[in-house]
């Protein structure tokens, strides 16, 4: 009786595989294979929906494809589960490694496959990459390693992580990248928060020093923002003086131990009070 109930839980696809196993990487590779080599015309919705298999296993009957040729097509197609482990469920990844897949396999899977995202994305187009099993091994282990090093660069945006301040750091990064179109003309969302920069960053492709000049600039701001919180009776002002006036000015500052905006604020006072020097 046990094995009865068995055989009535399996699918149509199990009973044409002989497999009572479901695994959905296989299924969505068998989905595609079907889709783009042999023209299956399926609806691209059912691609990772809950009638794929059902899909796969009608277009299996109707066209009487060899059911052996299966398994051959998978065995020289789908790498290993562990060489694929390091691909996790993360925007951030899956947006570094999208074009670079698609550009490695010279691939674009069909279009409409709502329910194919994410990792299941990656895996479906490396599953799907016509290469030998060895040399989309060797491919897929690079981007590991090159993934690997990409992420240890974040060090050069720690200041955007800083626990308390990090919202608000990252706004004024949006803030001043928004002055550079070329920068963000291709992004409409204001960065809110560090992995949407560190994802806006990882898409500007800059070389090292243009990057750490921008994260100076920025930091820049902030710092002056900082001292229009900290002084909200006090603005900055620019101005251009001689390079003797400035001389005399540090050698005030140093003989009354003041920097030099308190002497100045002091000359000024000084003068609107007593009209010694301007009123004559």
């Not at 199990?14 to 990487?25: F, I, K, T, V, W």
């Not at 016509?130 to 491919?139: F, G, I, N, V």
């Not at 905006?261 to 007593?274: D, K, S």
């Amino acid at each position: 009786m046990k094995n009865t109930g068995s055989q009535k839980e399996l699918d149509a696809l199990s009973e044409l595989l002989g497999d009572p196993n479901r695994n959905a990487r296989s299924d969505i590779w068998l989905w595609l294979h079907l889709q783009m080599d042999l023209d299956a015309s399926f609806d691209p919705s059912t691609c990772g929906g809950l009638t794929m298999r059902d899909e796969i296993a009608f277009f299996l009957k109707t066209k009487k494809y060899p059911l052996r040729r299966i398994s051959r097509e998978k065995d020289r197609s789908l790498i290993p589960d562990e060489s694929l482990a390091w691909i996790e469920e993360d925007e951030r990844q899956h947006q570094w490694l999208l074009g670079r897949i698609e550009k490695l396999a010279n691939l674009r899977l069909p279009r409409g496959l709502v329910h194919l995202k994410g990792r299941k994305l990656l895996i479906a187009l490396i599953d799907s990459w016509d290469a030998y099993l060895e040399e989309k091994s060797e491919e897929i282990e690079l981007l590991r390693k090159e993934w690997l090093k990409h992420k240890a660069k974040d060090s050069a945006f720690e200041w955007f992580a800083e626990k308390k301040e990090s919202a608000s750091r990252c706004a004024c990064a949006w803030e001043w990248l928004e002055k550079d179109n070329s920068l963000v003309s291709r992004r409409t969302i204001p960065i809110t928060n560090y992995k949407e920069l560190l994802m806006f960053f990882d898409g500007a492709e800059l070389g090292r020093n243009e990057q750490k000049a921008i994260i100076n600039e920025i930091k820049k701001r902030w710092n002056r923002k900082q001292l229009d919180v900290r002084n909200p009776d006090k603005k900055q002002l620019n101005v251009m003086i001689p390079i003797a006036v400035i001389a005399q000015l540090d050698e005030l500052a140093a003989k009354h131990k003041l920097k030099r905006p308190q002497v100045i604020e002091r000359l000024i006072t000084g003068e609107f009070e007593a009209g010694i020097h301007l009123d004559y």
